[in-house]
């Protein structure tokens, strides 16, 4: 129906870069917000960026000045690009969509995650 493959973890030491790409797949029409999340060890995913089909973007505090969320709408594909990575930053991370179907409904697809690893 819909898939979300998520790319581009792996170990970086602290200060380097990471970036992630996220392409949605399937029957869909229109894809509205996209966004990255994470989990780490024991904690809670949260939020790290979003950004909506208009460009709009929303970044968690620890991230804002660091990470940079982008989108090509022709192509559904949403990247991460990840700057001044830092130990705490090391978690798995997951690709969400937000995406019209075609039956005035929105659902929420993830992706499979993708480990990324910041060692200091």
């Known amino acids: 129906q819909v898939q979300l493959v998520e790319s581009g973890g792996g170990l970086v030491q602290a200060g380097g870069s990471l970036r992630l790409s996220c392409a949605a797949s399937?029957?869909?029409?229109?894809?509205?917000?996209m966004g990255w999340y994470r989990q780490a060890p024991g904690k809670q995913r949260e939020l790290v960026a979003t950004?909506?089909?208009?460009?709009?973007?929303n970044y968690a505090d620890s991230v804002k000045g660091r990470f940079t969320i982008s989108r090509d709408n022709a192509k559904n594909t949403v990247w991460l690009q990840m700057n001044i990575l830092k130990p705490e930053d090391t978690a798995v991370y997951y690709c969400?969509?937000?995406?019209?179907?075609?039956?005035?409904?929105?659902?929420?697809?993830w992706g499979q995650g993708t480990q990324v690893t910041v060692s200091s």
């Open positions: 969400k969509g937000t995406i019209f179907l075609g039956d005035y409904r929105l659902y929420d697809y």
């Open positions: 950004i909506t089909s208009g460009g709009s973007t």
């Open positions: 399937g029957s869909i029409v229109s894809i509205n917000a």
